[in-house]
């Protein structure tokens, strides 16, 4: 998952996360999915890139999530 990831990462456009938070949403996603059943719908908080829920979708651990922040990135 984690080279996948780097890969769509690298080919991406803007905006998008710099390479420590993509590292960090990657560590916190497999801490967090290890101890977490799956669940309908997840709230990402604070989430401005909205990486991490993201990531929940995209390996089937929610069918919804919400971002919520006040930041958004700029294009």
């Not at 909205?50 to 929940?56: E, R, W």
Request: with cysteine; net charge positive.
């Amino acid at each position: 998952p984690c080279g996948y990831m780097r890969s769509t990462w690298l080919q991406a456009k803007h905006p998008k996360p710099n390479d420590k938070e993509l590292r960090e949403s990657i560590a916190f996603f497999k801490q967090v999915q290890k101890v977490m059943p799956k669940r309908r719908v997840i709230l990402d908080v604070c989430g401005g890139h909205g990486l991490i829920a993201g990531l929940f979708l995209s390996f089937g651990h929610c069918k919804r999530a919400v971002v919520l922040d006040t930041f958004r990135p700029k294009p």
